[in-house]
Every structure is written in C-alpha cells, then in structure tokens.
C-alpha cells in the first residue's frame, strides 16, 4: 500500500504535524504502508502561465512538464493522496493554487479512479469551509474517491486540551476510514454534481475537439461519449434524467450561440 501527501505549506510546520499523525494512526493498525512526501515549495517554483498547451496538445507541451509528470507518476503508482493544506486569506496556498493550475487538464482528462483521498486543512480561524470544499471538489474531479475531510484550527489544537482531544479524535476516525476506504477498494456510485459534471463534459469535449483535440481523443479513447459515467457504477436512475437534462439545455444553448455567429 502506497500513500502519497502533498503539501501546500512552504514549511513543516501545522498541516505536516497533522498529516503525521494520520500516517502515525494509520502504521499503528496496518504494517509496510509505503509513504512518499511532496513539498510542492521545493518541486514547484515557476507559475502556471495559462498558455493552455496541456489542454489544446496535451499536458507533454507544459513548459513545467519535467517537475510535474514525476508527481503525476507517483499518484498513478498510489492506493491514496492525502492533500494538506493551510488556508491562506480564506483560500488555498499559492503554492497549492500553482499546482492545482497546473493540473488544469486533469478536469478534462481525469485518471485516478478507484483511488482514495482525504484533504487536511489548517488555519488560524476562518475558512476551513470554503477551502475544504474546493480541495475536495478539485481532487474529485481529478478522478479521486474522497472519502473524508478535516479541519483544524491550529490555536484550539495547540493552547486548549479538550479542543485537542476532540482533534484527535477526529483524526483518527478520518485515519481509519482512509485506510479501510483503500483496503476495500469500493467504488461508490456517484452524486448528482458528478453526474452533471459527467454529462456537461461530455458535451463541451465534443462541442471543442477542434480547439482541445487531445481532450476530445482522451475521452473517445476510454469510449465514454457511449457511456453514462467515468466507470460502471450503479446510476440513480432519477438524478441520471437531471445531469442528462442539464446537458442537453447546455447542448441547446451552445447551438443557438453558434447559429447566432452565422448570421
């Protein structure tokens, strides 16, 4: 079993402590689990410049490719990701936006199915919720199974005894549940903002095969312009109705739109 931590802080302080005790947790129940450390402050330096190469070519013509594959081979090669992060200014790090930039294509091209994440944050005081939920968001998009977020104001964990003791207990339940999330290999059936998700790219990944062709022969590659999701899965039946309404309104409004330009 291979776990993979990436860390959005320039230094080893709060969300490396936190992350530590969830691999602590997780070694006390399960022996030979594999742990690989990315500190994106020493792999990471140079900005996303928005060029838009790895969605129109593929991620290959990324100047930044050299520093990013490695990460992406190691996440291809691991059972789970734990991301951790300090919120900056009610929002992720820099350096976690910079990488999360430069994964852009992954929305459109995602691979880690089957895999298992948690996302770790830590703050002063404010948003955890906010920042909890784009991580999550994101991580699932790129493929991931997100089986459980915490978040921990550094103050109550560090000054306050009982605030810490319900931390702690918090994060191991957080630690249990990933490690038996990846010994079960369960695959869930996906909610509805998934589904949509499926179904709205679907449309504009066909609608822009001339503009992002790599995306366009990404997706007929893995045959899911004939499918319903990303992986066979029970589908709601309801909530499959609504993401395909949902994509056939888009669908709808991008040829009004185009036939507009005609005239």
């Known amino acids: 079993m291979k776990i993979i931590s990436i860390f959005g802080s320039p230094r080893k302080k709060y969300s490396y402590e936190y992350t530590s005790l969830v691999k602590k947790i997780m070694d006390e129940e399960r022996n030979s689990i594999e742990y690989e450390d990315i500190f994106l402050q020493k792999i990471l330096q140079d ?18 490719y050299q520093k990013i594959n490695p990460i992406i081979q190691s996440l291809d090669n691991a059972d789970g990701l734990i991301i951790s992060c300090p919120v900056y200014v009610d929002n992720v790090s820099g350096l976690m936006k910079n990488f999360i930039d430069h994964l852009a294509y992954l929305l459109h091209r995602p691979r880690f199915f089957g895999k298992k994440a948690i996302i770790i ?4 005081e404010t ?7 784009y991580l999550s968001k994101t991580v699932s998009q790129w493929g991931f199974d997100v089986v459980g977020t915490i978040g921990i104001k550094v103050k109550g964990f560090e000054q306050n005894e009982i605030k810490r003791s319900k931390y702690m207990k918090k994060i191991k339940k957080l630690s249990l549940i990933f490690l038996q999330s990846i010994i079960q290999n369960k695959k869930h059936s996906p909610k509805l903002e998934n589904l949509i998700f499926f179904h709205l790219f ?4 066909n609608h822009t095969r001339d503009l992002s062709p790599e995306d366009y022969n990404y997706w007929e590659k893995k045959g899911w312009f004939e499918k319903n999701y990303f992986y066979k899965i029970y589908l709601n039946p309801i909530t499959l109705t609504m993401a395909k309404f949902v994509a056939f309104l888009v669908k709808i409004r991008i040829a009004k739109n185009e036939k507009r330009k005609m005239k």
């Open 47 to 64: 900005n996303c410049n928005g060029c838009y190469q790895c969605m129109k070519k593929g991620e290959k013509f990324c100047k930044d």
């Open 121 to 124: 944050v830590s703050t002063l």
């Open 127 to 133: 948003g955890i919720k906010s920042v909890s939920h």
């Open 202 to 205: 679907k449309v504009l990944v």
